[in-house]
């Protein structure tokens, strides 16, 4: 029991099962063991492969190729090859293929939902209200600027840059590949492409979408594999662009690694946002809104709002209603419709998680979880929050990725600002007040790529998202974030 | 009667909008393009670097936070200032190059690429930045923000329309600069340097370094203070050294423009607002809408 405990009534609502139709997933006909590459489907040379696993159930789903240094030779190559006749292909044309991917995907949207969730372990409610669709739109919306480049904003005839070597996380691995593909793809790029490792499966799904869509060869390759795979990948001479999301470790090693090559770099790294709570925010709101920045995806989320800083006169309020909110949250079997927590992405993730809870409470602040039951099989965590935070303990400045919040107080808007930007990080930032003046005054002074004010991780193909400081460089979404796929005419590039 | 011998000015350091010489005593003999001696510049040290880029931190929100309008102004200010001191600029180029003709062009460039960014500053967020019509009842909108510090690295031949080339652009968005002047002509940035001082440009806004540039760069691709790093003035130099300052700035995801592989013609008019945006993050903010 929580010493910010208030009655405000129990939360005892029961629900009935309501299992997603696992078959829809179709485990049987995932390509295993093979690699995308020149438009076939092609085994790696030393035939090595890797087995993916249920998050949820622990059970095997697949085994996968794992691409070595000649795969990723091989895929550059096709990508290579496919580059000149992609490119010079008229923007109109390139743009209805993503228009075909964008409507074939809508189509087999169900299915993809069900093979991420399984795989992933996120809920199947997010798959298919957020994960799925919101991909979709990225490769219509970006289809429609194939023929649209002049206003790119880089003047008359941009130009591609070439072979794009992009590596995704595994925290929204679909999404994450239509955010890297349509840009580079609508920009006349050609792409080698290089799934997390342990979430491989909508990727190759994704490739047969490709074959469906008669894209040509080698204009989308896709290379399974682990890290060594996506060293590989981004080190590789005949890459002319790197993208990559995931951890700002690997962003930087990556950054290091094509220092001096002249080749174009994008990262968007990790986070550790602040999500501000002034006395006069919409609380319910608010609530909802801090649930929301923390606990969907299990808190894998790099733009997650992990630190809550709260006006201190409403803090126990505002723990009181959280915490009561919490105990809400349902969390299991991720292909139940009502879950709304589902597993952790994979025992990795959740010793990290763990490690850095337990260094919360060793540091002297007070933590407190749903004490929901956990699956007996499985990687989980408890939706849990810690008060008390100093501002240097470790789960106050280092990205946890996980179901687990951080709060802290604050006085005056100033002292706010002050702390939400004491991190290395600068990806996004929460605002909640119905004082119009003061939500434009922080946003001017948070250095945060993205702020949402009295709202949360909203996202939109539109609309650019990347991060400031160590969070990375360039956008993804929007006229802005074609610019990195395009350099002006006339100056260098493919 | 005789002839009246001249003062001398001593060749300092800009640092925090103070004229300090190197905390480490050092000097560079400056000589111009007929071997002549021309002055003793100061020889900017580690520590030189490091109390810039406080300075530079210390001053950038004031700079970030003046209004567009007010950054415009003060930038065509040190247009005015430019103009009023073409004579000196002139000698100082020529005496460098030895060609007095190109010297008093490059000076009309120089004074004409700081009006042109001046115009700037109230402008290129509407050229960056967007409204973006999201599929849903908010409010949205994307604009360019200043990275904070700029590390720059000046051009090594143009000595006054290069280093205005690269250290007005990043002014426009409201950075602050540490710029290291060209190692063999860096009379021009001293003086350019006092013109700043008296162009209502706030102290700590600019910041400028003469030394030696190989001992320098590192310096400030490796501080944790300096948010980006214009590698303009390495053009020429090996892919080893290329990517040793790269790898110091990756230390904390630093954003890098490389080195050009030769000095750009700095005479051709800007392309676009590319060097502006080059220093800039585009921050997306997010409001819903409703009763």
């Given at each position: 029991m929580s010493r910010y405990a208030v009655d405000l009534g129990a939360p005892a609502w029961e629900y009935a099962p309501a299992p997603e139709a696992r078959e829809l997933a179709r485990l049987g006909t995932v390509p295993q063991g093979r690699l995308f590459i020149g438009g076939a489907w092609v085994e790696p040379a030393d035939g090595a492969t890797m087995p993916t696993h249920s998050p949820a159930t622990e059970e095997?789903?697949?085994?996968?190729?794992?691409?070595?240094?000649?795969?990723?030779?091989?895929?550059?190559?096709?990508?290579?090859?496919?580059?000149?006749?992609?490119?010079?292909?008229?923007?109109?044309?390139?743009?209805?293929?993503?228009?075909?991917?964008?409507?074939?995907?809508?189509?087999?949207?169900?299915?993809?939902?069900?093979?991420?969730?399984?795989?992933?372990?996120?809920?199947?409610?997010?798959?298919?209200?957020?994960?799925?669709?919101?991909?979709?739109?990225?490769?219509?919306?970006?289809?429609?600027?194939?023929?649209?480049?002049?206003?790119?904003?880089?003047?008359?005839?941009?130009?591609?840059?070439?072979?794009?070597?992009?590596?995704?996380?595994?925290?929204?691995?679909?999404?994450?590949?239509?955010?890297?593909?349509?840009?580079?793809?609508?920009?006349?790029?050609?792409?080698?492409?290089?799934?997390?490792?342990?979430?491989?499966?909508?990727?190759?799904?994704?490739?047969?979408?490709?074959?469906?869509?008669?894209?040509?060869?080698?204009?989308?390759?896709?290379?399974?594999?682990?890290?060594?795979?996506?060293?590989?990948?981004?080190?590789?001479?005949?890459?002319?662009?790197?993208?990559?999301?995931?951890?700002?470790?690997?962003?930087?090693?990556?950054?290091?690694?094509?220092?001096?090559?002249?080749?174009?770099?994008?990262?968007?790294?990790?986070?550790?946002?602040?999500?501000?709570?002034?006395?006069?925010?919409?609380?319910?709101?608010?609530?909802?809104?801090?649930?929301?920045?923390?606990?969907?995806?299990?808190?894998?989320?790099?733009?997650?709002?992990?630190?809550?800083?709260?006006?201190?006169?409403?803090?126990?309020?505002?723990?009181?209603?959280?915490?009561?909110?919490?105990?809400?949250?349902?969390?299991?079997?991720?292909?139940?419709?009502?879950?709304?927590?589902?597993?952790?992405?994979?025992?990795?993730?959740?010793?990290?998680?763990?490690?850095?809870?337990?260094?919360?409470?060793?540091?002297?602040?007070?933590?407190?979880?749903?004490?929901?039951?956990?699956?007996?099989?499985?990687?989980?965590?408890?939706?849990?929050?810690?008060?008390?935070?100093?501002?240097?303990?470790?789960?106050?400045?280092?990205?946890?990725?996980?179901?687990?919040?951080?709060?802290?107080?604050?006085?005056?808007?100033?002292?706010?600002?002050?702390?939400?930007?004491?991190?290395?990080?600068?990806?996004?930032?929460?605002?909640?007040?119905?004082?119009?003046?003061?939500?434009?005054?922080?946003?001017?002074?948070?250095?945060?790529?993205?702020?949402?004010?009295?709202?949360?991780?909203?996202?939109d193909p539109t609309s650019p998202f990347g991060g400031v400081k160590e969070s990375g460089f360039g956008r993804e979404g929007g006229r802005q974030g074609l610019a990195a796929y395009l350099v002006p005419a006339g100056e260098g590039g493919a | 009667m005789s002839e009246r011998l001249d003062v001398r000015r001593t060749s300092k350091l800009f640092i925090g909008g103070a004229f300090p010489r190197s905390e480490s005593g050092r000097t560079l003999e400056v000589r111009g393009h007929d071997g002549a001696f021309l002055a003793n510049a100061a020889r900017a040290s580690r520590k030189d670097v490091r109390d810039a880029v406080v300075a530079a931190r210390a001053a950038q929100p004031r700079w970030a936070g003046a209004t567009a309008y007010n950054r415009g102004q003060v930038l065509y200010r040190v247009a005015e200032m430019l103009e009023g001191r073409a004579a000196q600029f002139t000698a100082e180029l020529a005496a460098a190059t030895g060609d007095a003709e190109a010297a008093a062009a490059e000076v009309a460039a120089a004074v004409d690429r700081w009006v042109w960014y001046a115009g700037w500053t109230d402008k290129f967020a509407q050229v960056a930045g967007s409204v973006n019509p999201v599929a849903g009842p908010f409010f949205n909108l994307s604009a360019p923000e200043p990275v904070g510090v700029v590390g720059i690295v000046a051009p090594r031949a143009s000595a006054l329309l290069g280093l205005t080339s690269v250290v007005a652009p990043a002014l426009v968005a409201g950075n602050a600069v540490v710029v290291v002047a060209s190692e063999d002509r860096p009379l021009p940035a001293v003086t350019l340097a006092e013109v700043l001082a008296t162009s209502d440009v706030p102290g700590g806004v600019v910041n400028v370094l003469t030394g030696q540039r190989d001992e320098l760069a590192p310096v400030l691709a490796g501080h944790l203070d300096v948010d980006g790093l214009d590698l303009t003035g390495m053009a020429g130099a090996t892919v080893e050294e290329l990517a040793a300052l790269e790898v110091l700035a990756a230390e904390d995801v630093t954003r890098v423009r490389p080195a050009p592989a030769a000095e750009p013609d700095w005479t051709a008019e800007p392309r676009g607002v590319d060097r502006i945006t080059a220093w800039c993050d585009v921050k997306t903010v997010w409001h819903p809408k409703g009763t």
């Open positions: 095997h789903l697949a085994d996968v190729a794992v691409a070595g240094p000649a795969d990723v030779d091989r895929a550059v190559a096709a990508a290579r090859d496919a580059f000149p006749a992609w490119s010079a292909l008229p923007g109109r044309e390139r743009g209805k293929y993503l228009f075909r991917l964008a409507r074939l995907l809508q189509e087999r949207a169900r299915e993809f939902a069900v093979l991420e969730t399984v795989d992933n372990g996120k809920p199947i409610r997010e798959t298919r209200d957020f994960d799925v669709p919101t991909a979709a739109a990225h490769l219509f919306h970006h289809a429609g600027w194939a023929d649209k480049l002049d206003w790119a904003g880089l003047g008359p005839a941009p130009r591609p840059l070439g072979v794009a070597g992009q590596v995704i996380p595994w925290n929204f691995p679909l999404l994450m590949l239509a955010w890297k593909v349509a840009p580079a793809l609508a920009t006349g790029n050609t792409v080698v492409l290089k799934p997390a490792e342990t979430t491989p499966l909508t990727a190759l799904r994704f490739a047969e979408l490709c074959e469906q869509a008669d894209l040509p060869p080698g204009v989308l390759n896709i290379v399974t594999g682990a890290g060594a795979t996506g060293a590989a990948l981004v080190r590789h001479p005949g890459v002319d662009k790197v993208a990559f999301t995931g951890s700002t470790a690997v962003g930087k090693d990556i950054q290091r690694a094509l220092a001096g090559t002249g080749r174009r770099l994008t990262l968007e790294l990790g986070g550790k946002a602040a999500n501000i709570v002034f006395a006069d925010a919409p609380l319910d709101q608010a609530i909802e809104g801090i649930v929301d920045g923390i606990f969907f995806n299990q808190g894998h989320v790099c733009c997650a709002g992990s630190r809550l800083l709260v006006e201190e006169s409403v803090h126990d309020a505002v723990v009181a209603r959280l915490q009561h909110r919490m105990a809400t949250l349902r969390l299991g079997d991720p292909l139940d419709k009502n879950t709304d927590v589902g597993a952790v992405n994979s025992a990795a993730q959740l010793a990290r998680i763990t490690e850095l809870a337990a260094a919360g409470e060793a540091e002297g602040a007070e933590r407190w979880d749903t004490g929901c039951t956990l699956p007996d099989r499985g990687h989980w965590f408890r939706p849990t929050v810690f008060t008390g935070v100093a501002q240097s303990s470790r789960i106050a400045q280092e990205e946890i990725f996980g179901p687990v919040l951080s709060v802290l107080t604050f006085r005056t808007p100033e002292e706010a600002v002050a702390k939400a930007n004491n991190t290395p990080y600068g990806l996004s930032a929460g605002i909640w007040t119905e004082k119009g003046s003061r939500i434009l005054w922080l946003a001017d002074r948070l250095r945060a790529g993205v702020v949402w004010a009295n709202t949360f991780n909203r996202f | -």
